[in-house]
């Protein structure tokens, strides 16, 4: 069997994408806005208007919901801690909300009831309001630091007992690049200043909670934490030496921002040549803080560019990113967003690319598809999903490969999403659930990918 014996398998999810249940039940459970709430309160920031407060009610239906991950057969959920929800106003000084602490108890518990190993993120984009407004949030590193990392112990101290999967950081790249360069996710900032402020922020944060973790919490507890970066394939549009460092310069953006200094000791060099004294440089403290902070590589991949020199966006190491190749062919088929293409062949040379240079486990924490047209068709057409079918089968395929034949150290493979769910500033529009949503009723049905995942892991796990 090409998958470990200890393989975990499963769907992702996060806080804010499916815990509201409707502002009501959000007031009484006691959660403090995040920065997602105002953002949604801003007039057309959101692409259906919808807001995060009502998304899939799983605060009130995660006995169902847990009922049916175990019929699916997963042995691992990955469920990110609302911030705002256990600390409504963040901060260190601050008062903790008991039922928001118990719920996630009670998630916890509910999940080891079916042997299923939860896996929590820490940090999955909803930064309590309050820490916006006290002091900037991101951008303040020294109060930031301290704040996240007196959350992170709580929730150690509370919950690692039980729980041995810990991520501190949900894909930095977007909370920096999105939230404060792009503008497209909350805070909403178009800063060109912001970003590499915001991202030290975040490397800082992650390496103090996770060394807590290391010295205070694993000798007893016995779990291991590491962070999760977004990145996909960057295939070059021909092998011109432009476009060929075009495409390491993407890489370097999107992945080597956080990954070099974590497992590397330093930013990318291309970085520091695009952004000269705007990239901030780390301190020796800050470097062997840094060094073995992460035990493993968390990735999130999704889609595959062509890249070509001559773009303008920082955030993406100035390549231009496309999907037509020279000999004018498209690459992969569509899915329901822009940025995203079906590309099987790109995860395998991805994930090779990562286990070469960095050398660490790599622990698949999400990768999935979101359907072209599926939001304006009647659910029992939707939940025959054969285009998602095609591509969990074809990416699942290519990382097969990527293990028995490169070698690679996979250790695991989330579905992103296990429901349809608030898809941040795209609203509730693009379904990428292995289960449909109904979102009136609140009402879940398994796709067919969903059936499908089950069997192949049954079918490519050592038993
Ligand atoms: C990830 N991009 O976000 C997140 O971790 C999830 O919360 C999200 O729902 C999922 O992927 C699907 O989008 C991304 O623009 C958002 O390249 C945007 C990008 C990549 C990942």
């Known amino acids: 069997m090409p998958f470990r014996k200890d393989f975990l398998w499963g769907f992702a999810t996060a806080s804010a994408q499916i815990e509201g249940g409707g502002a009501e039940s959000e007031a009484a459970s006691g959660r403090g806005p995040s920065i997602w709430d105002k953002y949604c309160e801003t007039p057309g920031k959101i692409e259906d208007g919808s807001h995060v407060n009502k998304t899939c009610a799983h605060l009130d239906n995660y006995k ?12 691992s959920y990955r469920f990110s801690i609302s911030w705002p929800r256990i600390i409504p106003k963040g901060g260190r000084n601050d008062p903790v909300n008991e039922k928001g602490l118990q719920f996630y108890d009670n998630l916890i518990d509910e999940l080891l009831k079916y042997n299923i190993k939860p896996m929590i993120t820490l940090y999955h984009w909803d930064l309590p309001q309050e820490l ?6 991101w951008l303040n590193q020294e109060e930031i630091v301290k704040d996240y990392t007196h959350y992170a112990k709580l929730c150690f101290e509370r919950y690692g007992d039980r729980c041995k999967l810990w991520l501190t950081f949900n894909e930095p790249w977007c909370v920096a690049a999105h939230g404060h360069y792009h503008g497209k996710f909350a805070p909403g900032h178009t800063s060109d200043t912001e970003p590499w402020i915001v991202g030290h922020s975040l490397l800082i944060a992650h390496a103090t909670a996770a060394k807590l973790y290391l010295s205070d919490f ?8 590491g962070i999760t970066l977004n990145g996909d394939w960057t295939e070059p549009y021909d092998d011109s030496p432009e476009n060929v460092k075009a495409a390491q ?3 370097d953006a999107a992945v080597g921002w956080f990954a070099d200094p974590i497992y590397l000791g330093h930013y990318p060099e291309s970085m520091k040549e695009m952004l000269g004294d705007r990239l901030p440089e780390f301190t020796p403290a800050e470097l062997e803080l840094l060094k073995d902070s992460s035990e493993f590589f968390g990735a999130n991949t999704y889609t595959t560019n062509i890249v070509q020199a001559g773009g303008t966006d920082e955030a993406a190491g100035k390549a231009k990113l496309g999907f037509v190749t020279k000999d004018g062919e498209t690459i992969g088929w569509e899915s329901s967003m822009d940025w995203h293409r079906a590309v ?3 995860v395998r040379k991805y994930i090779t690319y990562l286990w070469n240079r960095y050398q660490k486990p790599i622990y698949i924490t999400e990768n999935g598809y979101p359907t072209p047209g599926e939001s304006s068709i009647p659910k029992d057409q939707a939940i025959h999903d054969d285009l998602r079918v095609k591509f969990y089968d074809g990416y699942l395929t290519n990382l097969r490969d ?14 992103w999403s296990f429901l349809d769910n608030f898809e941040w500033n795209s609203g509730l529009i693009p379904r990428f659930g292995c289960v449909y949503t109904d979102y009136e009723t609140f009402e879940r049905t398994p796709k067919d990918s969903a059936y499908w995942l089950g069997k192949f892991f049954k079918e ?3 038993a």
């Open 132 to 137: 916006q407004d006290r002091y900037g949030g």
């Open 460 to 462: 490519n796990i050592t």
């Open 344 to 346: 099987p062949w790109g």
């Open 218 to 225: 694993k000798p007893t507890q016995k779990g291991i934490i």
């Open 402 to 415: 990527a293990v028995e034949q490169d070698g690679v150290d996979l250790r695991s493979y989330f579905a």
């Open 249 to 251: 310069n993407k890489m």
């Open 64 to 75: 169902e919901d847990v009922a049916l991950l175990a019929k699916l057969g997963v042995n």
